[in-house]
């Protein structure tokens, strides 16, 4: 299968600061990023897709000032949570696409405190 | 609108076959995939269905009728390790850069 690494895989923080969580599709180009979040014991839910070099699309209810994601390259994208709220806290995958089939990132926990 | 059904949990014995079954009505439909998900960790890719009929990949096999809304996924010869969650997502519409809607997945515990 495909090569996804995402960074960090934890990371801990205090309310109001931001955090970038990097994702990178290793052996192969993805058009098109998908990015995740995933509370304890709930499925995925999306929360904006990018493709490379244009704004993203956010999911209803997601603010868009809030997670700021950056896709500048085939291999590279970036979600930024700014000024994070403990209820911010949860897992973020990234998903970037080829061809017909998703493949996920590690994945990052992140803890707001 | 999108809605997918899955079992929340399931229940087998280490040696045995599990069905998981999923059905989904969705807005269009160009594929349906499964995959295994671990605590903690990111969901892996373990099948995807575009045509009706039966997919074997080693132990796991994943069946699709389109016309009944309805996929499973068959775990064969199960493991302690096949212990995940397993997530039916169904790809709503052709072109590229279409969005997943994934279930809320079926947590299989393997005993023995």
């Known amino acids: 299968g495909a090569v996804v690494s995402q960074h960090p895989s934890r990371v801990i923080c205090k309310s109001g600061t931001s955090v970038k969580i990097e994702c990178r599709s290793l052996d192969f180009q993805a058009t098109t990023m998908f990015w995740y979040r995933q509370f304890p014991k709930q499925s995925l839910m999306l929360m904006a897709t990018?493709?490379?070099?244009?704004?993203?699309?956010?999911e209803q209810g997601v603010e868009k000032d809030k997670f700021l994601i950056n896709h500048a390259s085939l291999t590279l994208s970036t979600l930024t949570v700014t000024s994070a709220h403990p209820e911010d806290s949860s897992f973020y995958i990234c998903s970037p696409r080829r061809v017909d089939t998703q493949y996920f990132g590690p994945g990052t926990r992140l803890t707001v405190l | 609108g999108q809605n997918i059904d899955q079992p929340t949990e399931m229940t087998a014995t280490e040696g045995a076959i599990v069905q998981i079954n999923c059905t989904y009505q969705?807005?269009?439909?160009?594929?349906l995939f499964w995959y295994q998900q671990h605590a903690g960790e990111a969901p892996t890719f373990l099948s995807y269905n575009v045509l009706d009929g039966l997919e074997e990949k080693g132990r796991f096999s994943s069946f699709l009728s389109r016309s009944k809304g309805y996929s499973y996924l068959l775990l064969k010869e199960l493991q302690m390790k096949d212990s995940a969650s397993y997530l039916c997502?169904?790809?709503?519409?052709?072109?590229?850069?279409?969005?997943?809607?994934f279930g809320t997945g079926t947590q299989l515990k393997v005993e023995l």
């Open positions: 969705t807005s269009g439909f160009n594929g």
């Open positions: 997502a169904v790809s709503p519409r052709t072109g590229g850069g279409n969005k997943l809607t």
């Open positions: 990018s493709n490379e070099g244009s704004k993203a699309t956010y």
